[in-house]
């Protein structure tokens, strides 16, 4: 039997046949098991169900403690369509009040999975969403009658006050973009997440963490029992509960003040920068931005003409008025333009030849403290024109960067950083501005002379303003403007506690305060001089292309302020009007807690105070 | 007495033995994982697979030894009444046996039902041996040849009657060990080139070749009958010009009219491409009658054949195969996404594997094969299981104990004396190496989904006493060889 030594070569053909078959398949095994993990995933979706356990989210309590946002049970309808046995429909949609068409057309929105990627006909489908305690309570006992359904708790929203709709926000339902933009992908579709106000600033805070059962689920879809009994799973963790800055019924005070006007009102704690209250005009009711009303709710308020959402006092850009001459006049001496001793004259206006800007009666000459107490125009255009004309800084540009610097280190010119979204930023104009405007070097002081006053180009949101009141009171320094005072099992933010100084030396600030407390005495803002507190204030009134916008700032006690305060009236006409009495009664409220008897009547005067803004017949 | 004994201990190949018990215990591990069922299993109570498969493994070990007990000189004297036998009970079962899913495979003997094509491999194999090893066998003599295979396609006639198609392609791996015994390597050469051409150009049939009109996969599938018929004049005739001269021609006008269509006017290359495939085969038959060479003529069999192929490939495979065969196929090609339906295993079966990563889940711990997401998980599908508790280091291992194993066996059947202990040695080691690439294949998703079990792991009797009985006559063959001399 020999052999057949050629043949005998192709044992290697079919040995190498054999390990050609094991390598491709030890390379398949790599490339499934080790190059992707997508049939991990793959396998985790396929094995395990996993039901989320929604935590509650964080209380809000105002700055006294009192309760302002809280939770309230509701309650999201299930189905198991494979359980749903001769369900008497009628009775189901009576019980829960839907119609049979939307009943229908919820049954087939649910199978359908392009719409439902989830869908099972095994497990629990979401039906319908948001039954009250109430609408639950009937629907459970007739429950046994409906085969397949069930109840699960959800949480929703609940408001204990009317006011503070602005700061507060609300809470919707995750949108496309909100899902993509999380970087750590906590939220699915379906999920609750802050859509303004501090909801939307602190959600992380607030939010807490989603728990979650793990379920293991066999190819039909039915559940085998716990992944590891329950060893993977995790509870949720509540949220964080917030205590406001925010003074609730000053807050309210604030926001009756200003019923049918347009405008703000912001209130600051000097000391600490806490926002005591941020009032916007017209406002709404936060209650009706709850559950299944929020939608109807929301396109009303968009589609009002007064713009309720929008959030005036730290998105409106108003032009600040004489409330920013204190500001100019710190700059001034700050720079060596005057001494509290320097004079310059008025003869009912700043009148240089092809220039004019209109002032009332008073003395003149005058010195700072009285142009002040007198809001004299005349003083702080010279000012003003001898600092952007002064050879000192050689060229008016230069001169205009010093002015630009000295103004942002008092917070404007960019957001301030309060922690409520949308801020804006306001303007303050500087050189390459005016470069565009009149060209290079073709502007001097007397062409920009109207930023003296607070006119031209300067535009401050009233949250600006009101910090520039702090800062005075403060005498230099300010801390960032903030409504949440504490965070429970949680940090504030470092930025809310330090002390930002301005550019301005400290000895200046006691000429304005002089200055504002003369206003207050027996200048512009005499009302105040009636209060039976010591506080120094600043009237305003911004020209406005219709009737001029009434502006006070002032602050409260002059020594030791509690309280510094802004409020600006669209339209409001001269500031003494209406907003320097507001102010009183907002610093009365804080400082007392209450108001005299003997001016609740001026309460209502104002409150009842209708400005015509001529969309009235809208 | 006593030293024949002991020495007849040394003969039997032991390391065969060993992987044999290694893969024989790692199977019913993976039987017992694929079956569990969240705590109300007891592995051992004969009512669960487990318990079950543990019995077969005891009856397959008694198996093993009484076969190393028995005479070797047997096999050689019955195999033809062996060979008679078993296609007799093949031929029976088709009207003893109850339907089981369309298929009439399985005999119900009282409580144990057995499937006789997994008994019959080993019969067809001795068979073959002792027919081979006839004195007047010459593989060279066409009667030689259609004779064994003529045993091959027997059985598998009769299985395909069965309805076990699958089983019955075993039966192909026999082609291996007839390759080893001197057919020419050109027919398994022809074998591959078949299935390569089929694959392309179904697979290819409706992606275009950039801008031109042509389907890329007869494009491909001419390119190859040009190089190929180039590449077999050089290797079989080693002329140079003639190559030189279908290999330049060829690929020259190729590239001409693909620029011409892909840049001027676009148009379907392919009908170029085979008038001049033609001409080859005509230059061919040119070079046969005026060299007298029959290679020529076979080449240019081989590449008419090829054409002929190419060209009836779509219509073999729209009216021919079955639709769920179809579908099958396209869906091991890519080319259907049929997840709930034919993919449906296989989609699984990848999730299932892949998902156990570098060290696997642990035993038990799969979640996939536990929660019933793979079919047949505990049978044909065993070695998802493997991959996903085990992860690719098990299923590794396993698959390279199996490579060892084969590789083991093609050794010690080429170091046989006798033809019929080579021819029935290549025969175990090519049926080994056919359901390691069949099942391992169709549960990674690379070869198509036929319904046969993976050696040693999957759960039942017939298959795992099939294997065993095949092995341990070939290791008793072995045994004898190194003993008697």
């Not at chain 1, 050629?6 to 190059?35: C, D, M, P």
């Not at chain 2, 690379?446 to 759960?459: A, Q, R």
């Amino acid at each position: 039997m020999a052999k057949d030594f050629n043949l005998e070569k192709r044992k290697f053909v079919l040995a190498g046949i054999v390990i050609a078959i094991v390598l491709i398949y030890v390379t398949r095994l790599f490339v499934l098991q080790i190059s992707t993990d997508d049939y991990k995933k793959n396998a985790d979706s396929n094995a395990f169900l996993k039901k989320t356990q929604y935590p509650s989210r964080g209380i809000v309590f105002d700055r006294n403690g009192r309760l302002l946002v809280y939770n309230q049970p509701a309650y999201d309808v299930m189905v198991t369509m494979k359980e749903v046995k001769n369900l008497d429909t009628l009775d189901f949609c009576n019980t829960i009040g839907l119609t049979k068409q939307y009943f229908i057309q919820r049954m087939e929105e649910v199978k359908d999975r392009h719409k439902n990627p989830g869908y099972s006909n095994y497990t629990q489908q979401l039906f319908i969403t948001q039954l009250s305690a109430e609408e639950c309570g009937v629907l459970q006992e007739k429950l046994f009658k409906f085969k397949g359904f069930s109840v699960q708790p959800r949480p929703i929203r609940e408001y204990a006050t009317s006011s503070a709709a602005h700061i507060l926000g609300d809470v919707g339902e995750v949108s496309q973009a909100n899902i993509d933009d999380d970087d750590d992908s906590y939220y699915v579709r379906g999920d609750y997440i802050g859509k303004q106000g501090i909801e939307k600033y602190y959600e992380k805070d607030l939010r807490g963490t989603k728990g979650v059962e793990i379920f293991l689920r066999d190819a039909h879809g039915r559940i085998q029992g716990r992944y590891m009994n329950g060893a993977m799973d995790r509870h949720p963790e509540a949220g964080h509960n917030l205590t406001l800055s925010v003074d609730e019924r000053l807050q309210a005070l604030g926001e009756h003040l200003m019923l049918n006007k347009i405008g703000a009102i912001v209130a600051i704690e000097p000391r600490t920068g806490e926002i005591l209250c941020m009032v916007s005009s017209p406002t709404y009711d936060p209650r009706m931005m709850v559950g299944r009303l929020r939608g109807k709710t929301h396109v009303r308020l968009e589609h009002d003409p007064r713009k309720p959402l929008y959030n005036r006092a730290i998105m409106g850009a108003y032009p600040p008025g004489s409330t920013f001459k204190p500001a100019q006049g710190l700059v001034f001496l700050q720079e060596g333009i005057i001494s509290p001793a320097t004079e310059f004259p008025c003869h009912r206006g700043f009148i240089v030849p092809g220039l004019k800007v209109g002032c009332h009666a008073h003395a003149s000459p005058l010195s700072l403290i009285p142009a002040i107490s007198t809001s004299c125009n005349s003083y702080f255009c010279w000012g003003l024109y001898h600092m952007i004309d002064n050879k000192k800084y050689v060229r008016s540009d230069s001169a205009l960067t010093v002015w630009k610097n000295h103004m942002v280190s008092m917070g404007f010119g960019y957001k301030l950083g309060v922690d409520i979204s949308g801020e804006k930023r306001g303007l303050i104009p500087n050189a390459t501005f005016y470069d565009k405007v009149y060209g290079h070097r073709k502007w001097g002081g007397l062409r920009i002379i109207h930023i003296a006053i607070g006119q031209g180009e300067v535009l401050l949101t009233p949250l600006q303003i009101a910090n520039l009141g702090a800062t005075i009171a403060n005498r230099g320094y300010y801390y960032i403007p903030h409504v949440v005072k504490k965070i429970t099992g949680g940090h504030l933010d470092p930025k809310y506690l330090r002390p930002r100084r301005t550019t301005i030396n400290p000895k200046w600030y006691n000429y304005i305060v002089a200055g504002m407390r003369s206003s207050a005495l027996h200048g512009t803002c005499h009302f105040l001089g009636g209060m039976p507190f010591v506080a120094c204030g600043k009237t305003g009134t911004a020209q406005n292309k219709g009737k001029d916008h009434g502006v006070f700032m002032g602050f409260a006690p002059m020594d030791h302020p509690q309280i510094a305060v802004v409020v600006y009236v669209e339209n409001g006409g001269f500031g003494a009007t209406y907003a320097v009495p507001m102010g009183a009664l907002m610093m009365e409220q804080y400082l007392y807690g209450k108001i005299a008897p003997q001016r609740q009547e001026l309460i209502e005067r104002l409150s009842n105070t209708v400005i015509s803004y001529g969309d009235e017949a809208r | 007495m006593e030293t024949r004994r002991a020495s007849f201990i040394k003969s039997i190949d032991w390391p065969i033995v060993i992987i044999y018990f290694v893969l024989i215990v790692c199977g019913w591990f993976s039987v017992a994982g694929a079956s569990y069922d969240y705590g109300n299993t007891d592995f051992f109570s004969f009512a669960s697979r487990s318990g079950k498969q543990m019995l077969w493994i005891f009856c397959s070990f008694g198996l093993g030894f009484v076969l190393l007990m028995l005479d070797d000189r047997i096999y050689d004297m019955f195999a033809y009444v062996l060979y008679a036998g078993m296609i007799l009970l093949l031929i029976a079962t088709i009207f003893l046996s109850h339907d089981i899913k369309g298929s009439r495979s399985w005999l119900s003997l009282g409580p144990v039902s057995l499937q006789p094509a997994e008994f019959a491999k080993f019969a067809t194999a001795l068979a073959l041996a002792k027919f081979m090893n006839s004195f007047s066998f010459n593989m060279k003599k066409p009667q030689c040849a259609m004779i064994a295979v003529g045993l091959i396609l027997l059985p598998m006639l009769v299985i395909i009657g069965e309805h076990e198609t699958g089983s019955s392609l075993v039966y192909l791996a026999f082609f291996l060990m007839l390759y080893r015994e001197g057919m020419p390597g050109a027919i398994l050469f022809f074998g591959l080139c078949a299935v390569v051409f089929f694959i392309v150009a179904i697979r290819f049939s409706e992606v275009m070749l950039a801008n031109t009109l042509t389907p890329i996969g007869p494009f491909a599938v001419l390119l190859m009958i040009m190089v190929f018929a180039a590449g077999m004049v050089w290797v079989y005739l080693k002329r140079i010009e003639p190559m030189r001269n279908i290999l330049g021609i060829g690929l020259g006008i190729t590239l001409l009219s693909f620029l011409v269509s892909n840049f001027i006017i676009p148009f379907n290359i392919t009908w170029v491409m085979l008038v001049v495939c033609v001409a080859i085969v005509g230059y061919l038959f040119y070079l046969w009658l005026s060299d007298r060479n029959s290679n020529y003529l076979m080449i240019a069999i081989f590449s008419a054949v090829s054409i002929g192929f190419l060209y009836s490939s779509s219509y073999v495979f729209n009216s021919v195969l079955e639709p769920h065969q179809q579908i099958r196929i396209k869906v091991v090609l890519g080319m259907e996404q049929d997840l709930s339906g034919a993919g449906y295993n296989v989609n699984q079966s990848k999730i299932a594997i892949g998902s156990g990563g570098l060290t696997g889940k642990g035993f038990l711990n799969g979640t996939q094969t536990k929660l019933k997401y793979v079919p047949e998980q505990d049978t044909d599908f065993i070695f998802c299981t493997v991959g996903e508790e085990q992860g690719f280091r098990g299923s590794a291992i396993v698959l390279v104990l199996y490579m060892i194993f084969i590789l083991r066996l093609v050794y010690l059947a080429e170091s046989q004396y006798s033809t019929f202990g080579r021819v029935y040695g290549y025969s175990v080691a090519s049926i080994f190496l056919f359901h390691l690439f069949i099942n391992v294949g169709m549960v990674l998703g690379v070869t198509p989904v036929i319904g046969i079990p993976l050696p040693f792991f999957s759960y039942g009797g017939s298959s795992l006493w099939g294997f065993t009985l095949l092995l341990f006559i070939f290791l008793r063959i072995d045994a004898a060889r190194k003993w008697r001399v």
